[in-house]
């Protein structure tokens, strides 16, 4: 379920892709952590929102504030939960992301990415959080679901990927068109890989 991301490819390569005309033109990065700022794309168009929602005012079926930061969301409950109502849906685009195998301290990190080269569209919900002095900031949280065969070995969970053609569907469908979309991605596409030199204090 992604823990990390990462994108380094030039961001006219990742506007065509998106089909949008503009996006923000930042540096390649080849670790991005919760809590930094993403790109999303929205059905407003393309918005730097931060990793990880903090879902201050939401209660969880027991009447309880969510403290937590969450920075993923299981397909399975996602439109279930109360701390999830009145949520809007994103895109977030990678070229992959980055998981760990091992005991603390001997971990492995391990690179997943597509076979073909091409870029991943993450399923994501959003909100906005108000800071103190009410300042918002919009946020957002991956959807993850069941893994599929690449993926298994590495983790129980994996970040629901969205064909091209149903970007769309995604962000402006109702309710009712979204859980088809939240399901493992087709095996055999992707690639997985020890991920070296990788500067994990990053940003």
């Given at each position: 379920?992604?823990?990390?991301?990462?994108?380094?490819?030039?961001?006219?390569?990742?506007?065509?892709?998106?089909?949008?005309?503009?996006?923000?033109?930042?540096?390649?990065?080849?670790?991005?952590?919760?809590?930094?700022?993403?790109?999303?794309?929205?059905?407003?168009?393309?918005?730097?929102?931060?990793?990880?929602m903090i879902p201050?005012?939401?209660?969880?079926?027991?009447?309880?504030?969510?403290?937590?930061?969450?920075?993923?969301a299981r397909s399975?409950?996602?439109?279930?939960?109360?701390?999830?109502?009145?949520?809007?849906?994103?895109?977030?685009?990678?070229?992959?992301?980055?998981?760990?195998?091992?005991?603390?301290?001997?971990?492995?990190?391990?690179?997943?990415?597509?076979?073909?080269?091409?870029?991943?569209?993450?399923?994501?919900?959003?909100?906005?959080?108000?800071?103190?002095?009410?300042?918002?900031?919009?946020?957002?949280?991956?959807?993850?679901?069941?893994?599929?065969?690449?993926?298994?070995?590495?983790?129980?969970?994996?970040?629901?990927?969205?064909?091209?053609?149903?970007?769309?569907?995604?962000?402006?469908?109702?309710?009712?068109?979204?859980?088809?979309?939240?399901?493992?991605?087709?095996?055999g596409l992707l690639?997985?890989?020890?991920?070296?030199?990788?500067?994990?204090?990053?940003?």
């Amino acid at each position: 379920m992604p823990g990390r991301v990462f994108l380094t490819r030039p961001m006219a390569e990742v506007a065509a892709w998106l089909g949008t005309e503009e996006v923000p033109n930042d540096p390649p990065r080849a670790n991005i952590a919760p809590g930094q700022e993403v790109l999303a794309l929205t059905a407003q168009g393309p918005e730097r929102m931060r990793w990880g929602m903090i879902p201050v005012g939401r209660k969880n079926a027991r009447g309880r504030p969510v403290m937590e930061t969450i920075i993923n969301a299981r397909s399975e409950t996602v439109f279930d939960k109360s701390a999830f109502e009145g949520v809007g849906r994103a895109i977030l685009p990678v070229d992959g992301w980055y998981e760990w195998t091992g005991k603390t301290r001997r971990k492995t990190a391990w690179a997943i990415r597509p076979r073909d080269g091409e870029m991943l569209g993450f399923a994501a919900i959003t909100d906005t959080w108000t800071a103190p002095g009410g300042l918002k900031v919009p946020q957002l949280a991956v959807v993850t679901c069941e893994p599929n065969a690449d993926v298994r070995d590495i983790h129980h969970r994996m970040g629901v990927i969205l064909r091209r053609a149903d970007f769309g569907i995604w962000l402006s469908g109702d309710e009712a068109a979204a859980p088809p979309l939240m399901v493992p991605w087709p095996d055999g596409l992707l690639q997985v890989e020890e991920a070296l030199g990788v500067d994990w204090s990053g940003p």
